[in-house]
């Protein structure tokens, strides 16, 4: 008998999945989603709903990851340990979130905070080849930077060499200028690199391609696509929203961008704060969805709308907490391009 090494697709778990939009970007570059682990039940059925075109090999779990042990996911999926080649994942990003500054600045003591420490558990207990995990920028202020090193020193003590950025995901193609942190971890000791961008603000001697607008992103979509149901306003509301200048800075808690430029970053509170460069309206969550670069066939489930305090994630909040996709491609392809082809032993 012999060992025969033989390349396998990378497989990939999701920790804290959301509507899938990190899950879906690494799905494109290469890897096999085999679990997707979300609390919300109406992301879970946005994702089984997507699933088996996007993620077929995937699992939902709709558990609280506070009370989902490691071998239940082993267990469930069919997978050893040793077959994971990434964990990826966004812990909750609110309590880091800048917008809480206004609103009575950041508590030290925010649950959500510690959720992290369940990311640092699995990837404790699997030792994936990779982790990658994504917050927004904040992080980095909480506590004076004390929270991000409690981060960092808890990756760092399993042994996983650290590379962390803030990447535009305009960057990479996506017609929204979105700023997020993302944490790269490397068992074998190399420092991973994040992509190098493939679009620019300006000409450029690189010759990259310029930013995607919100006009040319819009071109493909047709009122007949899924999630494309049209806001309603009162004619009060839409008097307002017409007096917003497109480009103008933040008026009423909106903004309004102009038709020729990337959208400024899409929020939660999208369904509120986004207005329509052309029309007097927010925009569907088709047309937000599209300028986070989702597939315009990927299709949301559960309430379209909630009121702000609700816990569940309606539609709109679904896609406003939504990591771009193709920023998530580019950097799964950034992964699979360093850690090289990934082997399995089968014996012949």
Known sequence: MKHCGMRHTPNSIELFAGAGGLALGLEMAGFSTRALIEIDEYCCETLRYNAPKYFPNALVFQRDIAKLSVAEVLESTGLQADEIDLIAGGPPCQSFSISKIPKGGRSLDDPRDSLFLHFVRF???????????????GLMNKAKGEVFQRVLDAFSSLDYRLNHDVLNSADYGVPQIRRRLFILGS?????????????ARLNNLLELPLYVTIRQAFSQLTPDMPNQDMPRHTPKKIQKLAGI??????????FRDTWDK???????????DWVHPREPRAGTVRELATLQS???????????????????????RQVGNSVPVLLAKAIGKAILNQIGPVEMSQIV
Not at 123 to 137: A, D, Q, T
Not at 245 to 254: D, E, F, L, Q, V
Not at 263 to 269: A, D, F, L
């Open 123 to 137: 990837v404790k207990e699997i030792r994936p080849k990779v982790f990658l995990m994504e917050n927004v920028p």
């Open 187 to 199: 068992r074998d000791g190399r420092l991973l690199r994040f992509p190098e961008h493939t679009h």
């Open 245 to 254: 200048p497109p480009g103008s800075s933040w008026k009423h808690w909106r």
């Open 262 to 272: 990337p959208s400024r970053c899409v929020t939660g509170h999208c369904r509120d």
């Open 294 to 316: 989702y597939p315009t066939d990927y299709v949301f489930k559960g309430p379209i709308m909630g009121m702000n305090f609700v816990k569940f994630q309606f539609q709109y």
